[in-house]
């Protein structure tokens, strides 16, 4: 039995969906049993309940054989930080009680980092949580960028007719598209590879830097002179909370702009076949496209 957080999320709902392609039971966990409702269909057991309780997450993870974890969080919601704790502590928890012996973590490139990756702190904090259970074998997946932050461009490049965001426009970064992550996850969890503490990094395609992205965005949407604006200070603090970001979370995301911009979030393996996953922002950017047209 794998056991699958966030299951109807953008990782999650992959995972889910490879392994019962392979044949494999799945114990698929989320907020909604509606949501939920189409991998019941598929064939996973699903389990409903708030996935910051240590309670709910122990009984999910009892007897089974690995399980993908993560922290979920909402964009408009306030107390960032605070939240993401309590979601890693339940989980850290949950599997102390459970005596589950191996867990995959989604991290992020950056995870090493001390200081000044804002919202990828979280996740060094939840690495540091779950190697500290004894017995546990954690296999720490750290990915670049998704690609599929790009949708929220979507609507800035409608009304403004540019991309802005808080990056440099030439610090290329490893972008990943979320499926090429589920795959991963779904192949280790069937594989159960790993021993002790490891880390694999994945890290897309290739690196690309934001004004590259948006010149293929800009050729796939029809508009091949779509530019790109560095947002920077109160103005990138400001579009961000119009886009939706709670004002604790767009603070945290232009620091760790800026932290990447300088050059240091980088890979600590190097690219290499193993941690080079195949969807291209040429190909994503299709289904971009399709969903401006829709807009």
């Known amino acids: 039995m ?68 993560l922290l979920p969080y909402e964009l408009g919601a306030r107390g960032y930080d605070a939240a993401q704790d309590r979601q890693g502590e339940a989980i850290a928890s949950a599997l102390r009680r459970s005596g589950l012996r191996h867990c995959i973590a989604l991290s992020s490139l950056g995870a090493d980092l001390a200081v000044g990756t804002g919202p990828i702190m979280s996740m060094r904090r939840q690495e ?43 610090s290329a970064m490893p972008m990943i598209a979320a499926r090429d992550i589920g795959d991963a996850a779904a ?44 947002l920077e200070g109160r103005e990138a603090l400001d579009a961000l909370i119009q886009g939706g970001f709670a004002p604790d979370l767009a603070a945290l995301y232009v620091e760790l702009a800026h932290t990447i911009s300088a050059g240091k979030v980088r890979s600590l393996e190097g690219r290499n076949p193993g941690n080079t996953t195949p969807t291209s922002f040429e190909v994503f950017a299709e289904e971009l496209a399709e969903a401006y047209r829709a807009m």
């Open 187 to 230: 192949q280790a969890l069937l594989a159960r590879d790993w021993n002790g503490q490891v880390v694999r990094e994945l890290l897309g395609q290739r690196d690309l830097g934001y004004a590259e992205a948006t010149r293929i965005l800009g050729q796939r949407i029809g508009l091949p002179d779509l530019a790109y604006v560095r």
């Open 128 to 170: 540091q949580r779950l190697r500290d259970i004894e017995g546990l074998n954690l296999l720490v997946l750290r990915a670049g960028a998704f690609m599929e932050n790009f949708y929220g461009s979507l609507e800035v490049v409608r009304a403004l007719g540019f991309n802005g965001d808080a990056f440099a426009a030439d």
């Open 2 to 69: 794998y056991v699958v957080m966030g299951a109807t999320g953008r990782t999650g709902h992959r995972i889910v969906e490879q392994l019962l392609q392979a044949g494999a039971p799945v114990r698929a966990l989320g907020r909604s049993r509606e949501r939920l409702a189409p991998l019941a269909a598929a064939g996973a057991e699903i389990r409903v309940g708030d996935q910051a309780d240590a309670g709910f997450l122990a009984d999910a993870f009892k007897g089974a054989d690995a399980a993908y974890t």
